[in-house]
């Protein structure tokens, strides 16, 4: 069983930034995938970031990249999701993500994602 807490999120203004956390139990989080997605109001949830187990390789949606920037320490157990140039279609709740099986390679796909956090509500102003 692996426990995602996430923590960071709050108000910002259009063209702030923010940084995401999430803190994951286990002690083989260097195996696993990790990811964030985000669910905005009346929407559907949808993939934001993903990155390997090294953290060397990262994947981002059209919407955010060049914006965002996932990383990863895997000494600490910990990911996080630095948001630059926030917009206000940035505003949703922010799921962190673990692939423990990883039985694909990188993945956009919910489906791929064996854990789900509570998630932290990020909220750009404009």
């Known amino acids: 069983q692996v426990q995602l807490v996430e923590s960071g999120g709050g108000l910002v203004q259009a063209g702030g930034s923010l940084r995401l956390s999430c803190a994951a139990s286990g002690r083989t989080f260097s195996s696993y995938r990790m990811g964030w997605f985000r669910q905005a109001p009346g929407k559907e949830r949808e993939f934001v970031a993903a990155i390997s187990r090294s953290g060397v390789t990262t994947i981002y949606s059209d919407s955010v990249k060049g914006r965002f920037s996932i990383s990863r320490d895997n000494a600490k157990n910990t990911v996080h999701l630095q948001m630059n140039s926030l917009k206000s279609e940035d505003t949703a709740v922010y799921y962190c993500?673990?692939?423990?099986?990883?039985?694909?390679?990188?993945?956009?796909?919910?489906?791929?994602?064996?854990?789900w956090g509570q998630g932290t509500q990020v909220t750009v102003s404009s």
């Open positions: 993500v673990a692939d423990v099986n990883t039985r694909y390679g990188l993945s956009e796909r919910e489906d791929v994602y064996d854990y």
